[in-house]
T-cell receptor, first 112, second 114 residues
Framework: GEDVEQSLFLSVREGDSSVINCTYTDSSSTYLYWYKQEPGAGLQLLTYIFSNMDMKQDQRLTVLLNKKDKHLSLRIADTQTGDSAIYFCAEKRQGGYQKVTFGTGTKLQVIP | DAGVIQSPRHEVTEMGQEVTLRCKPISGHNSLFWYRQTMMRGLELLIYFNNNVPIDDSGMPEDRFSAKMPNASFSTLKIQPSEPRDSAVYFC????????????FGPGTRLTVL
């Protein structure tokens, strides 16, 4: 199958850490991405990880990849109200075709 | 760079009318994607172009939808005739085959068909 699955909703308090989870099905995935979509805007790439990596950190963002379980997570440290958005997990499979499969998106609500 | 440019940003039309959405990809990107986003179905890939050639149009809903890319800097998505169920946000994205292959999205066109 081609499913990329995410939980639909996450609510956290400002200053806490947020962890958004994603599972995917294709073990041949080469790139895994996290995109952010703010209201009324297009998707914006936050970060991506190559499939031979376990972890990637970029300022407040930490991406963890468990390739055995096909599980990807995005941790946002010190979550701010500006982080409220929909977060999409996505995968690109091996091969020349540039198609990327997106998850359903997780809506993150940050409570002040 | 100005990023991916889409026009119009909002379109309201009546059922049966023709709608044309436009996209200018980022200069130097050779792949272009059209997506549709709705609450019910999420983000759906409609069609993908590589070097101006349609590679995968399996996501195009039906014959009422057509897409063209006459040159590397312009693409259109046309719906004729439009129906209320076509109401959605339509995104264009472009990417380059190098690096992380990430897609850069435009701001979208919000289409409302009455």
């Amino acid at each position: 199958g081609e499913d990329v699955e995410q939980s639909l909703f996450l609510s956290v308090r400002e200053g806490d850490s947020s962890v958004i989870n994603c599972t995917y099905t294709d073990s041949s995935s080469t790139y895994l991405y996290w995109y952010k979509q703010e209201p009324g805007a297009g998707l914006q790439l936050l970060t991506y990880i190559f499939s031979n990596m376990d972890m990637k950190q970029d300022q407040r963002l930490t991406v963890l990849l468990n390739k055995k379980d096909k599980h990807l997570s995005l941790r946002i440290a010190d979550t701010q109200t500006g982080d409220s958005a929909i977060y999409f997990c996505a995968e690109k499979r091996q091969g020349g075709y540039q198609k990327v499969t997106f998850g359903t998106g997780t809506k993150l609500q940050v409570i002040p | 760079d100005a990023g991916v440019i889409q026009s119009p940003r909002h379109e309201v039309t009546e059922m049966g009318q023709e709608v044309t959405l436009r996209c200018k990809p980022i200069s130097g990107h050779n792949s272009l994607f059209w997506y549709r986003q709705t609450m019910m179905r999420g983000l759906e890939l409609l069609i993908y172009f590589n070097n101006n050639v349609p590679i995968d149009d399996s996501g195009m809903p039906e014959d009422r939808f057509s897409a063209k890319m006459p040159n590397a800097s312009f693409s259109t998505l046309k719906i004729q005739p439009s129906e209320p169920r076509d109401s959605a946000v339509y995104f264009c994205a472009s990417s380059t085959p190098t690096g992380g292959r990430e897609q850069f999205f435009g701001p979208g066109t919000r289409l409302t068909v009455l």
